[in-house]
């Protein structure tokens, strides 16, 4: 097997950017690759290739694919992308599709994966949506270093967690609790170097509808537990507070990581290291437009928490970011959107370095905003309704989250891929015109 591998110095080392040529080599009996090089400049080399790219590169050898697959490989990459090249682990963004019944009586739901750079670098040209089809109604919780969260709740009876990596394949299935889950989060606790699945389980008891707290860790011996929710109590928000209901939105930072949630008019958050609740205040605005809010939605935008605020009155939506998270004095208006004849407000997802908002409708219509000049532009998504043998004309998407591409699946844990919990759908072929 002839492989070539077209790299490009690190620019940290401000040296002028090269090609470095790996030469070709031929791995007849699937042994260990290029012998003549250290294993270190090896594993150098690889980290600068694209998580997508890496997944590839396992079937080239058992030695890189022990390599690429071990936790300290994937630590290293992660915080490669993070602190020095983003674009080693691309941002996409996923939506949950309700596809209505066909033909055959049989609700199709899945899972639309869409790619950020694609539409914004060329909104004017069609992105192409891939889908993946689950089992049953799997509800997205959340997104944390390239895993998806789900809560599965086709029977209504009970639930269980479900963790995927669109990236790698990576599935896995928690055990199955009794109930459903009103309220969700799901992130990563950088305490215990762990991913942690927070619900509020709601389910009937003996004398009516009972709520319990639960956290799930992500781990080889993990089980359900349950929290002590008397700070609910103490801070005046009941368990079935109906902002509760939102999914929460994981902030993490080396200080804290934390799930949020809109509740009244404060930012209740749960901290997944020490598993308390608090909460802050949210921008103060003036008393006669808070009366026009129409909604109010959380997001993480350049790595702060913000809030978007979408006014009915005057139809347009104003974004606010916290500098410093915790400190309710260091709310900072950030932008200012017109709803532009839609009603609807805006989820804000992502900007770019260039100051192009991503965001979207309830509906899942994407939209761009250029922070700079005011301009907007709904991108060209290409759907493949037509030529998908799944899907219908009509997709109803209920939430939307992005996540990166990554290589992460949490220590101790054996994927379920074998269930195939989530399977693409592969769509049908152009006919050919004569």
């Not at 963790?163 to 889950?181: E, K, M, R, V, Y």
């Not at 709520?211 to 080889?220: A, L, V, W």
């Not at 949020?260 to 909460?279: P, Q, R, S």
Request: proline fraction near 6%; charged fraction near 20%.
């Amino acid at each position: 097997m002839t492989l070539l591998l077209v790299i490009t110095n690190d620019v940290e080392r401000n040296a002028s950017r090269g090609l470095l040529l790996l030469r070709g080599h031929t791995a007849t009996a699937r042994t260990s690759p290029l012998p003549d090089l250290p294993e270190e400049l090896i594993m150098e080399i690889l980290l600068r290739l694209p998580a997508r790219t890496l997944v590839s590169l396992r079937s080239v050898c058992t030695s890189w694919r022990n390599l690429i697959s071990s936790p300290d490989f994937t630590r290293k990459h992660l915080r490669r992308s993070c602190l020095r090249d983003p674009s080693l682990t691309p941002q996409r963004i996923a939506c949950y599709n309700s596809l209505p019944f066909r033909g055959d009586g049989v609700r199709y739901d899945s899972i639309g994966v869409v790619s950020v750079q694609s539409i914004i670098d060329n909104p004017s040209e069609a992105t192409k949506v891939d889908y993946f089809r689950g089992q049953h109604y799997y509800r997205i919780v959340g997104s944390c270093h390239g895993l998806l969260c789900f809560f599965d709740e086709h029977d209504y009876q009970n639930t269980h967690g479900i963790l995927w990596n669109p990236c790698t394949g990576f599935t896995f299935q928690s055990p199955q609790i009794s109930g459903q889950a009103f309220s969700s989060g799901f992130g990563y606790d950088h305490l215990s170097d762990s991913y942690k699945l927070f619900g509020i389980i709601r389910k009937k008891g003996p004398s009516g509808v009972e709520y319990s707290t639960r956290i799930y860790t992500f781990g080889s011996t993990s089980s359900w537990r349950r929290i002590d929710d008397s700070p609910f109590g103490l801070l005046g928000i009941p368990t079935n507070h109906f902002c509760m209901a939102e999914k929460g939105v994981f902030f993490g930072s080396s200080r804290a990581c934390t799930i949020n949630w809109i509740v009244n008019h404060v930012v209740l958050y749960f901290d997944l290291g020490k598993e308390t609740l608090a909460h802050f205040t949210l921008p103060d605005t003036d008393s006669s437009d808070y009366l026009w809010i129409q909604c109010k939605k959380l997001c993480v935008l350049r790595n702060c928490l913000s809030v978007c605020y979408g006014y009915l009155r005057t139809q347009h939506s104003i974004v606010w970011q916290m500098k410093e998270y915790g400190d309710a004095q260091s709310w900072t208006k950030l932008a200012m959107i017109s709803f532009h004849g839609l009603i609807s407000p805006l989820q804000p997802l992502y900007i770019s370095e260039t100051d192009v908002l991503l965001a979207v409708f309830p509906s899942c219509r994407i939209v761009l905003c250029n922070l700079n000049d005011g301009s907007v532009d709904f991108p060209v998504i290409d759907y493949g309704v037509e030529n998908n043998p799944y899907l219908s004309q009509s997709i109803y998407s209920r939430v939307a989250c992005i996540y990166h591409e990554s290589l992460v699946s949490p220590n101790g844990l054996q994927s379920n891929s074998s269930k195939m919990l989530l399977r693409f759908i592969k769509p049908k072929p152009n006919p050919i015109v004569s």
